[in-house]
């Protein structure tokens, strides 16, 4: 696609929001009673369900860590979330990539030192792809494990955003993120802090350009905090109504 078919002359991208704009958010806590923590999240329509367990005993005892817990992450993809059907292996590169991104985001969140010989296991699904999968696993995570209740420095929340005609633009659908004239950038912050806990980047994008798509992800990321601490909220209303609190 060119560039002027992913942003009209009135400032409109292709689902017909503006470049600041937000996918729609919808998201819940506590949807596997099997699960420590579990979450459902959807932005736009990238749809991801994450379900925590532990922090537990290691299954490997040579594996443990004395001093803090080890952070296990698998990612694994629907065959059915996109157009192209077909199971990914779990050696899949990609998958890979997700995984390892997400568990060093966490490594650093997570206050590892208060679980020692211990393991805490994210396991995540994607239901539906349509851009953001990496955005869209933190935040579900993030979910999932306050869900948990793993203790964390904060919670992590995570955005992308990218530069089309030279305006920066929030949060890449999948046609967006499948233009090579579109960069791609996903940020994760802590948002008491500010602290980056993730800087990402598919594709190359001018310096002169960084800042602006990073700011706007960074804004995009505080929105998304207040629809996780909402979720939470909820969740924990309707924990007290089934108590008869």
Same mark, same amino acid.
């Given at each position: 696609? =060119?560039?002027?078919? %992913?942003l009209?002359?009135?400032?409109?991208? !292709?689902?017909?929001?503006?470049?600041?704009?937000? *996918? *729609?958010?919808?998201? *819940?806590?506590?949807?596997?009673?099997?699960?420590?923590?579990?979450?459902?999240?959807?932005?736009?329509?990238?749809?991801?369900?994450?379900?925590?367990?532990?922090?537990?005993?290691?299954?490997?005892?040579?594996?443990?860590?004395?001093?803090?817990?080890? !952070?296990?992450?698998?990612?694994?993809?629907?065959?059915? /979330?996109?157009?192209?059907?077909?199971?990914?292996?779990?050696?899949?590169?990609?998958? %890979?990539?997700?995984? /390892?991104?997400?568990?060093?985001t966490?490594?650093?969140?997570?206050?590892?030192?208060?679980?020692?010989?211990?393991?805490?296991d994210?396991?995540?699904?994607?239901?539906?792809?349509?851009?953001?999968?990496?955005?869209?696993?933190?935040?579900?995570?993030?979910?999932? +494990?306050?869900?948990?209740?793993?203790?964390?420095?904060?919670?992590?929340?995570?955005?992308?955003?990218g =530069?089309?005609?030279?305006?920066? !633009?929030?949060d +890449?659908?999948?046609?967006?993120? /499948?233009?090579?004239?579109?960069?791609? %950038?996903?940020?994760?912050?802590?948002?008491?802090?500010?602290?980056?806990?993730?800087l990402?980047?598919?594709?190359?994008? #001018?310096?002169?350009?960084?800042?602006?798509?990073?700011?706007?992800?960074?804004?995009?990321?505080? #929105?998304?905090?207040?629809?996780?601490?909402?979720? !939470?909220?909820?969740?924990?209303?309707? %924990?007290a109504?089934?108590?008869?609190?």
């Open positions: 696609m =060119s560039r002027q078919e %992913l009209s002359p009135e400032g409109l991208r !292709v689902d017909g929001r503006r470049a600041n704009e937000l *996918r *729609r958010i919808s998201c *819940r806590a506590s949807v596997l009673s099997s699960a420590d923590g579990s979450a459902y999240y959807e932005q736009g329509n990238t749809k991801v369900l994450v379900a925590v367990y532990g922090p537990r005993e290691p299954r490997a005892k040579a594996q443990f860590n004395h001093d803090e817990a080890i !952070v296990n992450v698998e990612f694994n993809v629907a065959p059915f /979330s996109t157009s192209e059907r077909r199971k990914r292996s779990k050696g899949d590169k990609r998958l %890979l990539e997700i995984s /390892s991104f997400v568990k060093q966490f490594e650093g969140a997570i206050q590892r030192s208060v679980y020692p010989r211990s393991q805490i994210i396991y995540i699904h994607l239901l539906q792809h349509d851009g953001g999968t990496l955005e869209t696993c933190i935040n579900a995570a993030t979910l999932a +494990l306050v869900d948990a209740g793993v203790a964390m420095a904060d919670y992590v929340c995570a955005c992308t955003a =530069s089309i005609d030279d305006t920066p !633009v929030l +890449l659908n999948g046609v967006e993120e /499948s233009s090579i004239e579109t960069p791609d %950038l996903t940020v994760a912050i802590l948002p008491r802090t500010g602290n980056i806990a993730l990402q980047m598919e594709s190359k994008l #001018h310096t002169s350009k960084l800042e602006d798509v990073m700011d706007l992800a960074v804004e995009g990321c505080k #929105h998304i905090h207040k629809k996780l601490d909402d979720a !939470v909220l909820n969740a924990a209303n309707d %924990l109504s089934k108590l008869g609190r």
